[in-house]
């Protein structure tokens, strides 16, 4: 099993940039695909990014497309966010996730969570 640690969330200016770390525990991150979720209040949570286990296949949110970037060093047991480009609909609580089945945007498909961690834009 997978225990996922996020990081690097903070208040930042429209156009400002920031980035998201996932630290996971455990002897299994290398085999599992990553994704990055978010959810402002009062919505539902939303696909932001995904990456294989190889590091080598990413999909993104179409929101996010262009702006946001999501790598991962399994030597480090780390996944990443980089999100630039920032706006004020980005503020959400951002979540990374894992996934024993196949790269998807489908949230179910995710099976171990993070705590998040807050990430917001001010105008």
């Known amino acids: 099993q997978v225990q996922l640690v996020e990081s690097g969330g903070g208040l930042v200016q429209a156009g400002g940039s920031l980035n998201l770390s996932c630290a996971a525990s455990?002897?299994?991150?290398?085999?599992?695909?990553m994704g990055w979720f978010r959810q402002a209040p009062g919505k539902e949570r939303e696909f932001v990014a995904g990456?294989?286990?190889?590091?080598?296949?990413?999909i993104y949110g179409d929101s996010v497309k262009g702006r946001f970037t999501i790598s991962r060093n399994n030597a480090k047991n780390t996944g990443y966010l980089q999100l630039i480009y920032l706006k004020p609909e980005d503020t959400a609580v951002y979540y990374c996730?894992?996934?024993?089945?196949?790269?998807?945007?489908?949230?179910?498909?995710?099976?171990?969570w993070g705590q998040g961690t807050q990430v917001t834009v001010s105008s």
């Open positions: 455990g002897r299994t991150f290398s085999n599992n695909v």
């Open positions: 996730a894992t996934s024993q089945s196949w790269i998807s945007q489908n949230i179910h498909n995710y099976d171990v």
């Open positions: 990456i294989s286990q190889s590091g080598g296949t990413t």
